[in-house]
């Protein structure tokens, strides 16, 4: 099929890591995205990752890729309150851009 | 850059009317899409378009959605008759020559049919 899936809950402590984790389904996928969406927002792309890499970072975030086990996920750093929000994995399948239900991230003060 | 713009951002209609949405990509992309998003869901695309050609429409209920991209630039999303389930944001992206580089969203319009 073509779903893509991650856990849909993470809560965290501030200044904590949080790691949020997406299993996508197509091994040929050449790009792999990570999304935020916040309340009454539309998606904003957060960082993207190309399949011939195992990791990238961006400040505070960390995209790792597991291409064999056709999982990624992504690591934020020292996380804030303003990092509440709804994070998507996204994936290029058969030329459509696919989504996954999302994994809200509750920060805690 | 201007990002995406879409409009309304509220729309409120009755079942079994009719209502359109319409969208402007950024500049020069030449990758236009429109997702669905019913509340705690993720995105669902509905239909592609690369320029003004249809690339995927296989998730759009054509019974009574269309969309067009008039001379591959602007998009109009229409629902006639709206159903009870069609409540959702409708978010419309773009992206530049293909995927890539990611798709880039507008803020989306949300439809309430009651």
């Known amino acids: 099929g073509e779903d893509v899936e991650q856990s849909l809950f993470l809560s965290v402590r501030e200044g904590d890591s949080s790691v949020i984790n997406c299993t996508y389904t197509?091994?040929?996928?050449?790009?792999l995205y990570w999304y935020k969406q916040e309340p009454g927002a539309g998606l904003q792309l957060l960082t993207y990752i190309f399949s011939n890499m195992d990791m990238k970072q961006d400040q505070r975030l960390t995209v790792l890729l597991n291409k064999k086990d056709k999982h990624l996920s992504l690591r934020i750093a020292d996380t804030q309150t303003g990092d509440s929000a709804i994070y998507f994995c996204a994936e290029i399948h058969t030329g459509k851009l696919i989504f996954g239900q999302g994994t809200t991230l509750q920060v805690k003060p | 850059e201007a990002g995406v713009a879409q409009s309304p951002r509220y729309k409120i209609i009755e079942k079994r009317q009719s209502v359109a949405f319409w969208c402007n990509p950024i500049?020069?992309?030449?990758?236009l899409y429109w997702y669905q998003q019913i509340l705690g869901q993720g995105p669902k695309l509905l239909i592609q378009?690369?320029?003004?050609?249809?690339?995927?429409d296989s998730q759009l209920p054509k019974d009574r959605f269309s969309a067009e991209r008039l001379k591959g630039v602007d998009s109009t999303l229409k629902i006639q008759p709206a159903k009870l389930e069609d409540s959702a944001v409708y978010l419309c992206?773009?992206?530049?020559?293909?995927?890539?580089?990611?798709?880039?969203f507008g803020q989306g319009t949300r439809l309430t049919v009651v």
């Open positions: 992206a773009s992206s530049p020559e293909g995927t890539g580089l990611g798709a880039f």
């Open positions: 197509d091994s040929s996928s050449t790009y």
């Open positions: 500049s020069g992309h030449a990758t």
């Open positions: 378009f690369q320029n003004n050609g249809v690339v995927d």
